[in-house]
């Protein structure tokens, strides 16, 4: 089955301890990126990935780091997590050759609580 | 400040009703146009999509309108049905692709039974 698999789906952690999200797709895909989405706000883009050791920074990355060592995966990295961290993430790929990328394949999310 | 502009937040319709949910863009570059359908505990899911060279696309019982020169585009659904209770997402993006989406804020239907 296709899909974007994300872990852990829940996630309470204490300001300032490192943690990482992963991303995995099993689509092949090019293209991955990270979102959060946060009441009234819709989901913005944090970084996103062209391609294997191609990162780059999306509306708000501010906090986060990414890495992209393996076409499949897309860890995201809060090496300082604070409060206003606190949200839900979605990772997302989409197949990225000429004309064809036109749908972004969204993994289940992972609600991400700093206290 | 945010470049798509969504509304209503919150949508009650009775099935069978027609539900509609409006958008409004600045960013003239804009050139792709999403709808994602979102279920609570699920990600979002590309629903219909539409590019600014068409007024209008319809895929069964979901049509979108667009109105380039009002910069302005709007979710229909007919025959709304129980099942289509979920968040509306808008969105668009720059390149004509789904790299760089900029997200409305949501819509939350209801469609009674």
């Known amino acids: 089955e296709a899909q974007v698999t994300q872990n852990p789906r829940y996630l309470i952690t204490v300001t300032g301890k490192k943690l990482t999200v992963t991303c995995s797709q099993n689509m092949n895909h090019e293209y991955m990126s990270w979102y959060r989405q946060d009441p009234g706000l819709g989901l913005r883009q944090i970084y996103y990935s062209m391609n294997v050791e191609v990162t780059d920074k999306g509306d708000v990355p501010e906090g986060y780091k990414v890495s992209r060592k393996e076409k499949r995966n897309f860890p995201l990295i809060l090496e300082s997590p604070s409060p206003n961290q606190t949200s839900l993430y979605f990772c997302?790929?989409?197949?990225?050759?000429?004309?064809?990328?036109?749908?972004?394949?969204f993994g289940q999310g992972t609600r991400l609580t700093v206290v | 400040q945010q470049q798509v502009k969504q509304s209503p937040q919150s949508l009650i319709v009775q099935k069978g009703g027609i539900s509609i949910i409006n958008c409004a863009y600045e960013n003239t570059a804009f050139d792709y146009f999403p709808w994602y359908q979102q279920f609570p505990g699920k990600g979002p899911a590309l629903l219909i999509a539409?590019?600014?060279?068409?007024s209008e696309k319809k895929e069964g019982r979901f049509t979108i309108s667009f109105n380039k020169s009002a910069k302005q585009f709007s979710l229909h659904i007919m025959d709304s049905q129980p099942g289509d209770s979920a968040t509306y997402f808008c969105?668009?993006?720059?390149?004509?692709?789904?790299?760089?989406?900029?997200f409305g804020s949501g819509t939350q239907l209801t469609v009674l039974p």
């Open positions: 969105a668009a993006s720059r390149d004509g692709s789904a790299r760089q989406l900029t």
């Open positions: 997302a790929s989409s197949l990225d050759w000429g004309l064809m990328n036109t749908e972004a394949f």
């Open positions: 539409i590019r600014p060279d068409v």
